[in-house]
């Protein structure tokens, strides 16, 4: 594994204790707004709520004065930030998955 996959698992694992309640109450608002709306526009909900969570690296990192810890790390400081771009990166390739597959679902049974 390469440095830039190691940052992008060590983002997981710093963001680990914040991802599940926050997440999960944005996934609520979204699916709250789409009440009386199209399924089609799901995705684009999901899409415009996910920078919050692809932040959160990048925040928790200021908060926590985590560039000490990256300062070192043996890893150089081009891989700590190509990793918290990977890290953002899939973030929006996971909910962009969620979304449609929220939309399908709703569509299909809604």
Not at 33 to 36: E, K, Q, S, W
Not at 104 to 108: C, E, G, I, S, V
């Given at each position: 594994m390469n440095a830039v996959a190691r940052m992008a698992m060590l983002d997981l694992?710093?963001?680990a204790p914040y991802r599940n309640r926050q997440s999960l109450v944005l996934l609520a608002i979204v699916v709250a707004?789409?009440?009386?709306k199209p399924a089609a526009l799901i995705p684009a909900l999901v899409l415009l709520v996910t920078p919050t969570i692809a932040a959160y690296p990048f925040l928790i990192a200021d908060k926590s004065d985590l560039e000490t810890l990256y300062a070192v790390l043996p890893v150089p400081r081009r891989s700590v930030l190509y990793g918290h771009y990977v890290w953002a990166l899939a973030s929006f390739v996971a909910t962009l998955a969620l979304g449609l597959t929220l939309a399908?679902?709703?569509?299909?049974f809604g």
């Open positions: 694992r710093t963001v707004l789409m009440a009386n399908f679902t709703l569509a299909r």
